[in-house]
T-cell receptor, first 112, second 114 residues
Framework: DVKVTQSSRYLVKRTGEKVFLECVQDMDHENMFWYRQDPGLGLRLIYFSYDVKMKEKGDIPEGYSVSREKKERFSLILESASTNQTSMYLC???????????FGPGTRLLVL | AQSVTQLGSHVSVSEGALVLLRCNYSSSVPPYLFWYVQYPNQGLQLLLKYTSAATLVKGINGFEAEFKKSETSFHLTKPSAHMSDAAEYFCAVSGDNQGGKLIFGQGTELSVKP
């Protein structure tokens, strides 16, 4: 079975802090994705990556950056956390040229 | 541009009743369509997907969905709801050279009453 893990289930940070959310997948998938999930808005794509050291902006990249130094790991970085970044963050991965995505359990981030 | 609309942010059914969750999409090319389920405090789990083979797609946990091109719909159904079906359900579309990206609907929360 595909396994996507996220470093934290719950996280509380203060405004202005730099926040790192880590995602690791164990199935050698080329594609990895970061979404945020907010009530009534569904999932919105923040960034995605098709390969190591590659990154592409999604629909809402402002205030975020990403890093993919190894194929299995995709990190989401909040350079200076703000209260409007309080949300559920979901990571997903998929094989090359395949649309089926496999999701991690999510990280619920609260920014105070 | 592709988009997905889920009609009804909340649906409530009685245990044993039919479940019908609605999804309409727009796409300029034949789409791939997905239904995902999210149980409380968990990530999304794939229920089923349509990839242009059979128009009636069967998924896990007794769910199925029918692709209707003329109606641009991909509604999710289950003949008899169980309490364990209470969750949030997301419809998603891909295709149009999106390179593996999915566009998600807003989600429908399903409640099941005893």
């Amino acid at each position: 079975d595909v396994k996507v893990t996220q470093s934290s289930r719950y996280l509380v940070k203060r405004t202005g802090e730099k926040v790192f959310l880590e995602c690791v997948q164990d199935m050698d998938h080329e594609n990895m994705f970061w979404y945020r999930q907010d009530p009534g808005l569904g999932l919105r794509l923040i960034y995605f990556s098709y390969d190591v050291k590659m990154k592409e902006k999604g629909d809402i990249p402002e205030g975020y950056s990403v890093s993919r130094e190894k194929k299995e790991r995709f990190s989401l970085i909040l350079e200076s956390a703000s209260t409007n970044q309080t949300s559920m963050y979901l990571c997903a991965s998929s094989p090359y040229n395949t649309e089926t995505q496999y999701f991690g359990p999510g990280t619920r981030l609260l920014v105070l | 541009a592709q988009s997905v609309t889920q009609l009804g942010s909340h649906v409530s059914v009685s245990e044993g009743a039919l479940v019908l969750l609605r999804c309409n999409y727009s796409s300029s090319v034949p789409p791939y369509l997905f239904w995902y389920v999210q149980y409380p405090n968990q990530g999304l789990q794939l229920l089923l997907k349509y990839t242009s083979a059979a128009t009636l797609v069967k998924g896990i946990n007794g769910f199925e969905a029918e692709f209707k091109k003329s109606e641009t719909s991909f509604h999710l159904t289950k003949p008899s709801a169980h309490m364990s079906d209470a969750a949030e359900y997301f419809c998603a579309v891909s295709g149009d050279n999106q390179g593996g990206k999915l566009i998600f609907g807003q989600g429908t929360e399903l409640s099941v009453k005893p």
